[in-house]
């Protein structure tokens, strides 16, 4: 395997398609995550993702740019499924990436057991939260990195990176994910496909938008209704948690679990960076090639720029879910 090094921080960014690996890497990503097209990774979808020779030229393609590709091997195999699991591990190896982003724990050791050389990423699917927790995986399995749920402050990041054996990855774009992430199951009960075990989310066979007569435009996945939107105005993508319901007796339909918001924390990679976090990742492998370019240029030029008096202050409201932003956790809790 193709020995790299890199600076820290390092930028963690998405690869839905081969495309778009080619861009995060133009861009000036230092990393790139990728999945294979199957439900062994959290976005099986119709059109993303690699065969297992596109796999091989990417890696290829990257490494000769000094870029590293990690494969997401991140959902939960069902009983008597683990095989395709186990094939996932082994094209992995085969293909020569540098990490595999491992959820289940048989999985996680079966990449242990099999190919101890290859570097295993604990992803947020895992739902490891804790010093306890991270590192029982990294005593266990010998975990090279973290990649954190997005629902602690740089406080808690802080202290997680002081105290765990192993670096500490942070989500700094994308999908605020609320929701208890590896444990989701309202799409299951909404169209019969899970998130975390067959890697599908709100496909889009399943989401319907509707013209109804008062001019609205109705939003449902499967048979629920979950948002009504006034004309012209800005949606996200319709999930189940990000969904805005009415409840018992007609009351304001407010959401219940999650604003349709994306997590923008360009403006706090200097604090993140004292804080202990060893790389950034950008969420979006289903996101355009020009959401890509856009993006990782934005935050390549900010990280390049961290700790000068002339630091950029570049604007993405306009990829934005819905046009909006938050900090998120990072902004002060206000749940728990």
């Not at 007569?213 to 999930?239: C, Q």
Request: proline share 4%; hydrophobic share 40%.
């Amino acid at each position: 395997m193709t020995e790299l090094h890199f600076p820290a921080p390092e930028l963690v960014c998405p690869a839905g398609t081969p495309a778009a690996l080619r861009s995060a890497v133009a861009a000036g990503a230092n990393a790139v995550y990728c999945g294979l097209r199957n439900a062994t990774n959290a976005r099986n979808f119709p059109g993303l993702n690699f065969t297992p020779d596109e796999l091989g030229e990417a890696v290829e393609f990257s490494h000769r740019r000094g870029v590293r590709v990690f494969l997401a091997v991140n959902t939960f195999p069902a009983a008597g499924r683990f095989d395709q699991w186990r094939e996932a591990i082994d094209i992995a190896h085969r293909a020569g990436v540098d990490a595999v982003v491992v959820a289940d724990i048989g999985v996680t050791d079966y990449a242990a057991e099999t190919y101890p050389a290859l570097r295993r990423h604990l992803s947020v699917q895992a739902g490891a939260s804790s010093v306890e927790a991270i590192g029982y995986y990294c005593d266990a399995y010998a975990i090279s990195r973290v990649i954190l749920p997005r629902l602690l402050t740089t406080a808690e990041i802080g202290g997680i990176c002081t105290a765990v054996a192993c670096e500490v990855e942070v989500f700094v774009f994308g999908n605020i994910g609320m929701m208890a992430e590896g444990r989701c199951s309202l799409n299951s009960y909404a169209t019969g496909t899970s998130t975390n075990m067959d890697g599908i989310c709100s496909a889009a066979c399943d989401v319907r938008f509707e013209q109804e007569a008062d001019g609205t435009t109705a939003a449902r996945v499967g048979p629920f209704l979950v948002d009504r939107l006034a004309s012209g105005e800005r949606a996200g993508y319709p999930t189940i948690c990000k969904g805005s319901y009415s409840g018992a007796g007609g009351r304001t339909p407010y959401y219940a679990f999650e604003e349709p918001r994306t997590l923008n924390l360009i403006g706090l990679l200097g604090e993140l960076i004292a804080a202990g976090a060893r790389a950034f990742k950008i969420e979006g492998r289903q996101r355009s090639q020009a959401y890509v370019q856009e993006v990782v240029s934005a935050f390549r030029s900010v990280l390049d720029s961290v700790g000068s008096t002339d630091l950029p202050h570049p604007v993405l409201d306009h990829v934005a879910e819905a046009g909006r932003e938050t900090h998120g956790a990072f902004g002060g809790k206000r749940w728990r």
